[in-house]
């Protein structure tokens, strides 16, 4: 089952803030979170764990709710180098069933 | 965490042949994956990689068209068989275990004349 990403794109100027939400109708085991940018490979940003805490380093965090089977990510005053597509990834099962299932992305645009 | 090396980064091929890409990991890992991005698009899973055993093939995806192998911890190969055009795409491995994030390969980009 593909989690739903929102929003599809979101166009910044440097230093605004942006929240992009990733959510799902099975679930959880644990969500990754990925940002690519065009022509390169998916870079892992953070990985939330079902009962884990929120994670973050510097202006990028994460959360994940686990009723709601929903986790979301937030740039907080956004660098040019923060453009790119973000790809959530839901893992359900856990353990030997580890596989990712990853949403149709966001594309993040920073502009001067 | 661990760095991956994928070849070819890039073929252009003829329709009807074969084309095997393979994937290198500097360390022993658990799970290997195959995964196919249509330009613009989101992963797609292809396959899981087990070693010492049959990859396990992911709705939509035969055994026959994308033969995968794996022979040890470190290593695996994806065969893109009997290409058509509707090939055309990138080929990305990643590898990973248990709680630990994926980590991708630099992909191949494939395209089928």
């Known amino acids: 089952q593909q989690p739903v990403q929102s929003p599809q794109a979101v166009i910044l100027r440097e230093g605004e803030d942006a929240v992009i939400n990733c959510s799902s109708s099975?679930?959880?085991?644990?969500v990754h979170w990925y940002r690519q940018k065009h022509g390169e490979a998916p870079v892992f940003l953070m990985i939330?764990?079902?009962?884990?805490e929120q994670k973050g380093h510097e202006k990028i965090s994460a959360s994940f709710n686990e009723k709601k089977q929903q986790s979301s990510l937030y740039l907080t005053a956004s660098q040019l180098s923060y453009s790119g597509t973000y790809f959530c990834?839901?893992?359900?099962?856990?353990?030997?069933?580890?596989?990712?299932?990853f949403g149709k992305g966001t594309l993040l645009t920073v502009n001067p | 965490s661990a760095v991956i090396s994928q070849k070819p980064s890039r073929d252009i091929c003829q329709r009807g042949t074969s084309l095997t890409i393979q994937c290198q990991v500097d360390?022993?890992?658990?799970?290997m994956f195959w995964y196919r991005q249509q330009p613009g698009q989101s992963l797609t899973l292809i396959a899981t990689?087990?070693?010492?055993?049959?990859?396990?093939?992911e709705s939509g995806f035969v055994i026959d068209k994308f033969p995968i192998s794996r022979p040890n911890l470190t290593f695996s190969t994806l065969t893109v068989s009997n290409m058509s055009p509707e090939d055309s795409s990138i080929y990305l491995c990643?590898?990973?275990?248990?709680?630990?994030?994926?980590?991708f390969g630099d992909g191949t980009r494939l395209s089928i004349l």
């Open positions: 990643s590898a990973g275990q248990g709680d630990q994030p994926q980590h």
């Open positions: 099975k679930a959880l085991y644990s």
């Open positions: 939330l764990l079902k009962g884990g």
């Open positions: 990834g839901t893992e359900m099962g856990g353990g030997s069933n580890y596989k990712l299932t």
């Open positions: 360390s022993q890992v658990t799970m």
């Open positions: 990689a087990n070693q010492g055993s049959e990859a396990t093939y």
